[in-house]
């Protein structure tokens, strides 16, 4: 099991740009794929992107690429999405999640252990 801690959300002007961060207290931080998913108001949880253990297989939602990218310093024991170009359609509470595998996967049910979740704003 992983205890998993967000930051970085908050309000942005629509076209901005925030980076999130994901603290993992495993030491073996390395053995597990990470992902990144985001839930509006309303409306069901969704992916966002994915990665690897050693972060050379990425996966990105349709709606963020070429906008987010999500990156690993597994020395850190952290996990990273850079966010530009934000959208109004952006806004959620963004969660990133862990699964004991290197299996880089946009299904909920693929992770294991999940963070807090830390929101974001956009205004237009």
């Known amino acids: 099991q992983v205890q998993l801690v967000e930051s970085g959300g908050g309000l942005v002007q629509a076209g901005g740009s925030l980076r999130l961060s994901c603290a993992a207290s495993a030491r073996t931080f390395s053995s597990y794929a990470m992902g990144w998913f985001r839930q509006a108001q309303g409306k069901e949880r969704e992916f966002v992107s994915a990665?690897?253990?050693?972060?050379?297989?990425?996966r990105y939602a349709d709606s963020v690429k070429g906008r987010f990218t999500i990156s690993r310093d597994n020395a850190k024991n952290t996990v990273y999405l850079q966010m530009n170009s934000l959208k109004a359609e952006d806004a959620a509470v963004y969660y990133c999640?862990?699964?004991?595998?290197?299996?880089?996967?946009?299904?909920?049910?693929?992770?294991?252990?999940w963070g807090q979740g830390t929101q974001v704003t956009v205004s237009s």
């Open positions: 990665i690897s253990r050693g972060g050379f297989t990425i």
């Open positions: 999640a862990a699964t004991f595998s290197n299996i880089v996967s946009a299904d909920t049910r693929t992770y294991t252990d």
